[in-house]
């Protein structure tokens, strides 16, 4: 059973790191390198010291040879329709002497004529080395945007969903880029922690994922990471409680990180780690904290009442999580709310 919840962990951790990334010089908030193109094969030049603070920009690296890359084409072809003025998408390639040579990358492009609807360029070397090899990207297609601000905004495969919606909130300017940042920082963390899991070195890991919990005290996965390997790996339950009281209190006015701890704690497949007595205060501090009050942080405070069998107290709180949110979110929290009531019926006729 150990075995099987290992594999399960470091499958986890790998799944968790997919895009792989070496230590990169680029990074989100960076400065976006000047644009080196030796040929504009579709649309007009671009120059993001003259652009930058009028679009935004998706930057794009594929070759003619690359399965993925052509999957990519329509999307892209889309995006730009969507979008329109507000950005300018560039796939650019760095030509060679076999199939992704210029005559092949012309070739290419004509074929797939308004089914390409985007600005191509064939790169000199030059821009390849300042993105690609600067963002330690291991593989093509890879996607750079650059904000109005000519930094960069977000960087990934463009077949990943996310794009679009970063897209979508830079138009709209409402865009987090420190937040992406703070992603970015805990993304490329949990890659050197997957590489430990994967070779058994578990206090390594443990310190890793420690570290991840202090640039976001919300990460769900490294919480629940931490519960597991502090039962499977290390069988320091004593030294997973003494973590989570001080992580409880340095994040206390934290609602989103109490809620996750509280409910990551009462999901404890194992009941030595459920800690009821800390998972009722940061369900509470949840609840509690300074700003406005969400629907998560009160079903939270809901969901602990139910596990101390304060049914009452969790049918109010669960009734006023329904009130807090829209009519397209309520159906989960309805249903919350009816097993809580079925809970309490059965217990009354349990005392009758």
């Known amino acids: 059973m150990k075995r ?3 594999c399960s962990i470091v499958a986890t951790f790998v799944l968790a790191a997919f895009t792989l990334r070496a230590k990169a010089e680029l990074n989100i908030g960076s400065d976006a390198p000047p644009l080196h193109v030796s040929e504009w094969v579709k649309g007009a030049p671009v120059d993001f010291a003259k652009d930058a603070s009028k679009r935004i920009h998706v930057l794009e690296f594929w070759a003619v040879w690359c399965p993925p890359c052509k999957m990519s084409v329509p999307l ?3 995006m730009q329709k969507k979008f329109g003025k507000d950005v300018t998408i560039i796939g650019i390639t760095e030509p060679d002497m076999g199939q992704n040579s210029p005559s092949s990358i012309r070739r290419f492009v004509k074929e797939k004529g308004s089914g390409m609807g985007y600005t191509v360029a064939i790169d000199s070397g030059r821009t390849t080395q300042s993105y690609m090899v600067a963002a330690g990207a291991m593989g093509i297609p890879h996607a750079f945007v650059i904000d109005k601000k000519g930094k960069i905004a977000w960087q990934g495969s463009p077949l990943d969903p996310a794009l679009g919606d970063v897209l979508s909130e830079l138009v709209a ?3 987090d880029v420190e937040s992406a940042k703070v992603a970015a920082q805990v993304d490329s963390r949990i890659e050197q922690i ?8 578990w206090r390594g890991v443990w310190d890793g994922l420690v570290d991840v919990l202090k640039i976001d005290p919300a990460n769900a996965f490294a919480l629940s990471a931490l519960r597991d390997i502090a039962v499977e790996e290390l069988d320091d339950t004593a030294g997973f409680r003494g973590w989570v009281t001080l992580h409880l209190e340095a994040n206390r006015n934290n609602a989103k990180a109490m809620q996750i701890l509280a409910d990551t704690l009462w999901s404890a497949p194992d009941l030595r780690t459920r800690f009821p007595d ?5 369900a509470k501090a949840a609840y509690e904290a300074p700003g406005k009050r969400n629907a998560s942080a009160v079903a939270t405070y809901a969901r602990a009442m139910y596990h101390l069998g304060a049914l009452d107290r969790a049918i109010a709180l669960q009734q006023d999580a ?8 309520r159906e ?4 919350t709310l009816d097993y809580y009531r079925t809970c309490k019926k059965l217990l009354r006729s349990l005392e009758q």
Not at 194 to 201: H, S
Not at 278 to 282: G, S
């Open 322 to 329: 329904i009130a807090l949110v829209g009519d397209q979110d």
């Open 4 to 6: 099987f919840l290992t």
């Open 173 to 175: 300017g409402t865009y």
């Open 194 to 201: 997957g590489m430990l899991a994967q070779m058994g070195q």
């Open 332 to 335: 989960a929290i309805r249903t």
């Open 76 to 78: 892209l072809t889309d």
């Open 278 to 282: 800390l998972a009722l205060d940061a």
